[in-house]
């Protein structure tokens, strides 16, 4: 059985940083694309960052950019979200999403086959 588990959300000031961590369990690392979503309340859900762990391309959106790092630890299993200078519109339920060799690219266009129930981030202004 497929699992990913986040952790790491939470409340924290405007400015702050977090740093989300997306466990994942069941499938081979190696042949997936796996990121990060979000979504605030009354809006969209967004794709916001990925990792391919077999070569290691990243992809950001354009509202994360430069202030969020996605990274891995293969040993582990886990993909890691640091989120610097956060902003009140950064709050949501992010959701980390596994996609069988996704692309990276395209991430947050196409269908994922594994997804996490979720963590809280709030950004108080």
């Known amino acids: 059985e497929v699992q990913l588990v986040e952790s790491g959300g939470g409340l924290v000031h405007a400015g702050g940083s977090l740093t989300l961590s997306c466990a994942a369990s069941?499938?081979?690392?190696?042949?997936?694309?796996i990121g990060w979503f979000r979504q605030a309340p009354g809006k969209e859900r967004e794709g916001v960052s990925c990792?391919?762990?077999?070569?290691?391309?990243?992809y950001y959106a354009d509202s994360v950019k430069g202030r969020f790092t996605i990274s891995w630890d293969n040993a582990k299993n886990t993909v890691y979200l640091q989120m610097n200078s956060l902003k009140p519109e950064d709050t949501a339920v992010y959701y980390c999403?596994?996609?069988?060799?996704?692309?990276?690219?395209?991430?947050?266009?196409?269908?994922?086959?594994?997804w996490g129930k979720g963590t809280l981030v709030t950004v108080s202004s």
């Open positions: 069941g499938l081979t690392f190696d042949d997936y694309t």
């Open positions: 999403a596994a996609a069988l060799y996704g692309s990276v690219i395209e991430w947050g266009k196409y269908g994922m086959n594994y």
């Open positions: 990792i391919s762990s077999s070569d290691g391309r990243t």
